[in-house]
């Protein structure tokens, strides 16, 4: 197991809700990536941070947001959700050690959000 | 833009057998190459990468992936395959995001199932 911790496990919203998850980090690493992941598709990319800033973004609208803290924990919100915002939503550490480090990044189990 | 396709849905092979999953990639640049393994309802387990070096890379559970150049393929191998393996597989490529910022860019998945 990965030491990357994601809550809750299960949410269940209505359209139009607002939704928070949380992610906290493996001891030592400093980003913290934010992954899609829907029913039988591979994850998609949704934005990184590092030293609490976003450090690059997928093609996702401007509703999903995030914010890194100083100890590197994570949260990814999602305002305005819709039925297709139903998915596993993955966090993944990893260390950057310089620029285009070939760091490996280590996954949370998830958070399952369905959107009714 | 970086690239991996799977191109099995599905991979079927009888405990004790060889297993092979496959994956090819199109890049620009050189090629980072990583392997992932899903339970389910569980993240993704890191399996091994390939960054440079080595075509063969060894990597966890006695998995191991032969990375070839002139096929674009970095394909994922164990020599005798355990039901325990049975699993979702993704291939993913690291991609680079502006100045410090990299993503993963994953294959829609491979659904290995060993047979008793």
């Known amino acids: 197991e990965t030491g990357v911790t994601q809550s809750p496990t299960h949410l269940i919203k209505t359209r139009g809700q607002q939704v928070t998850l949380r992610c906290s980090s493996q001891?030592?690493?400093?980003?913290v990536s934010w992954y899609q992941q829907a029913l039988g598709q591979g994850p998609q990319f949704i934005f990184q941070y590092y030293r609490e800033e976003e450090n690059g973004r997928g093609n996702f609208p401007p509703r999903f947001s995030g914010l890194q803290f100083p100890n590197y924990s994570s949260e990814l919100n999602v305002n305005a959700l819709e039925l297709d915002d139903s998915a596993l939503y993955l966090c993944a550490s990893s260390m950057k050690t310089g620029s285009f480090s070939t760091d490996t990044q280590y996954f949370g189990p998830g958070t399952r959000l369905t959107v009714l | 833009a970086q690239s991996v396709a799977q191109p099995e849905d599905q991979v079927n092979v009888a405990e004790g057998n060889p297993l092979t999953v496959k994956c090819t990639y199109s890049?620009?640049?050189?090629?980072?190459l990583f392997w992932y393994v899903q339970y389910p309802n569980r993240g993704l387990q890191f399996l091994l990468k390939y960054i440079t070096g080595d075509n063969l890379v060894k990597g966890s559970y006695g998995f191991e992936a032969e990375f070839n150049k002139s096929q674009t393929s970095f394909h994922l191998k164990k020599p005798s395959a355990l039901v325990s393996d049975s699993a979702l597989y993704f291939c993913a490529v690291r991609d680079i995001m502006g100045d410090y910022g990299q993503n993963f860019v994953f294959g829609p998945g491979t659904r290995l199932s060993v047979l008793p």
């Open positions: 001891s030592g690493h400093n980003t």
């Open positions: 890049v620009s640049g050189n090629p980072y």
